[in-house]
């Protein structure tokens, strides 16, 4: 599966319709998700996504006129998510991960997409056709879709621009001439994002630190508006430079391994600063996009456990217990030193390739 992103440029009248749009699955959510609660308190009847399509018709039908403002194939995606987010909740509660997080009434500002099925969307010129309302919305379609169109969802960020999602069914790529010795070990960090076992790294802009003062001041002067702005500012260079990261990689290397890291447990247990860096280098997003390019590209990728990755020699294999945060190099008995982010790097590549062996 593979997801090609747009940006959308209605008029101010489409503008209206897709706004409407989004109100009525805004309400429509909310009172799907009240009619299940009740149900269940009162008759111990749990109400399934096809039950909830049905009631949605006969609302539609007799006296909530306001649901004819959209399509009910849009609707019916409505209580799709609503079954979506009471099964994620029970497995929560069944996993014992986290907070259970019981399914929320949501305000205008906190519904902000809608999904259509595959086959009510045309383009032609760069523009789109979702619904006869709608007519001919101007789109940037920046590179050809691929593969079978599985749906389409309508997005609005905060700043109120409108994005398209195609989900598209793309038959994954074959590499045969994959290159066994090149290989390279990653390992996250603060001050360069992102070290190798080859010992090169890239740098932590640091894009949410330039921007903080500003922001700060916005936030101060309760402009909404602007702090939105702001944030669009940050995410946009930010994914920018992940993607040239994570392409440089992949056009170079023929297998990848990389950390596999909790980050939200490693968010709880460290220092504030500390997660400020982390959070601006990103991790989660890299490793993301290296896993999806990797895959596009016909490459190898994988994650390993990093337990004492940054404490064992990656010469001779002995794990210095002693070695602390603050020590920035690996120096061992047997004569090997090295950079401990290197260090760390040559350990994950060691780790990755003898899995990769295995299976």
């Given at each position: 599966?593979?997801?090609?992103?747009?940006?959308?440029?209605?008029?101010?009248?489409?503008?209206?319709?897709?706004?409407?749009?989004?109100?009525?699955?805004?309400?429509?959510?909310?009172?799907?998700?009240?009619?299940?609660?009740?149900?269940?308190?009162?008759?111990?009847?749990?109400?399934?996504?096809?039950?909830?399509?049905?009631?949605?018709?006969?609302?539609?039908?007799?006296?909530?006129?306001?649901?004819?403002?959209?399509?009910?194939?849009?609707?019916?995606?409505?209580?799709?998510?609503?079954?979506?987010?009471?099964?994620?909740?029970?497995?929560?509660?069944?996993?014992?991960?986290?907070?259970?997080?019981?399914?929320?009434?949501?305000?205008?500002?906190?519904?902000?997409?809608?999904?259509?099925?595959?086959?009510?969307?045309?383009?032609?010129?760069?523009?789109?056709?979702?619904?006869?309302?709608?007519?001919?919305?101007?789109?940037?379609?920046?590179?050809?879709?691929?593969?079978?169109?599985?749906?389409?969802?309508?997005?609005?960020?905060?700043?109120?621009?409108?994005?398209?999602?195609?989900?598209?069914?793309?038959?994954?790529?074959?590499?045969?001439?994959?290159?066994?010795?090149?290989?390279?070990?990653?390992?996250?960090?603060?001050?360069?994002?992102?070290?190798?076992?080859?010992?090169?790294?890239?740098?932590?802009?640091?894009?949410?630190?330039?921007?903080?003062?500003?922001?700060?001041?916005?936030?101060?002067?309760?402009?909404?508006?602007?702090?939105?702005?702001?944030?669009?500012?940050?995410?946009?260079?930010?994914?920018?430079?992940?993607?040239?990261?994570a392409n440089e990689i992949?056009?170079?290397?023929?297998?990848?391994?990389?950390?596999?890291?909790?980050?939200?447990?490693?968010?709880?247990?460290?220092?504030?600063?500390?997660?400020?860096?982390?959070?601006?280098?990103?991790?989660?997003?890299?490793?993301?996009?290296?896993?999806?390019?990797?895959?596009?590209?016909?490459?190898?990728?994988?994650?390993?456990?990093?337990?004492?990755?940054?404490?064992?020699?990656?010469?001779?294999?002995?794990?210095?217990?002693?070695?602390?945060?603050?020590?920035r190099k690996m120096s061992?008995?047997?004569?090997?030193?090295?950079?401990?982010?290197?260090?760390?790097?040559?350990?994950?590549?060691?780790?990755?390739?003898?899995?990769?062996?295995k299976s």
């Amino acid at each position: 599966m593979k997801v090609f992103k747009y940006r959308v440029y209605p008029s101010k009248r489409q503008n209206t319709v897709l706004k409407r749009y989004l109100s009525v699955c805004q309400k429509t959510y909310n009172k799907c998700l009240e009619y299940k609660i009740r149900k269940y308190q009162e008759e111990k009847i749990s109400v399934s996504e096809f039950d909830l399509n049905k009631k949605i018709c006969e609302w539609r039908n007799s006296s909530e006129d306001w649901m004819n403002g959209c399509g009910i194939a849009i609707l019916h995606d409505v209580s799709r998510r609503i079954d979506k987010a009471f099964k994620s909740f029970f497995k929560r509660i069944k996993d014992k991960s986290g907070k259970s997080g019981f399914p929320r009434f949501k305000s205008n500002h906190r519904y902000n997409s809608f999904t259509m099925p595959r086959f009510t969307c045309k383009f032609k010129d760069n523009k789109m056709r979702l619904t006869n309302d709608l007519g001919w919305v101007k789109i940037k379609q920046h590179r050809k879709i691929e593969g079978k169109i599985c749906g389409y969802t309508i997005s609005r960020n905060s700043c109120g621009d409108w994005f398209i999602q195609i989900t598209s069914d793309v038959p994954t790529k074959h590499f045969n001439g994959i290159n066994h010795s090149n290989n390279i070990g990653i390992d996250f960090g603060c001050k360069d994002v992102l070290t190798l076992s080859d010992g090169s790294s890239f740098k932590n802009l640091k894009f949410y630190k330039k921007y903080e003062k500003e922001l700060a001041k916005a936030q101060r002067k309760k402009r909404k508006d602007v702090v939105a702005k702001i944030h669009k500012k940050i995410t946009n260079k930010r994914d920018n430079y992940c993607h040239q990261i994570a392409n440089e990689i992949v056009k170079k290397y023929d297998i990848i391994f990389t950390e596999n890291i909790n980050h939200r447990s490693l968010n709880s247990q460290t220092f504030k600063t500390v997660r400020k860096s982390m959070s601006d280098g990103a991790w989660n997003k890299l490793s993301l996009f290296l896993s999806y390019k990797a895959e596009d590209a016909g490459k190898i990728y994988g994650k390993v456990n990093p337990a004492y990755t940054s404490k064992k020699c990656s010469n001779c294999g002995k794990i210095h217990e002693n070695q602390s945060l603050s020590d920035r190099k690996m120096s061992c008995d047997c004569g090997y030193s090295a950079s401990r982010d290197v260090n760390a790097a040559r350990n994950i590549l060691a780790l990755g390739l003898q899995g990769l062996e295995k299976s």
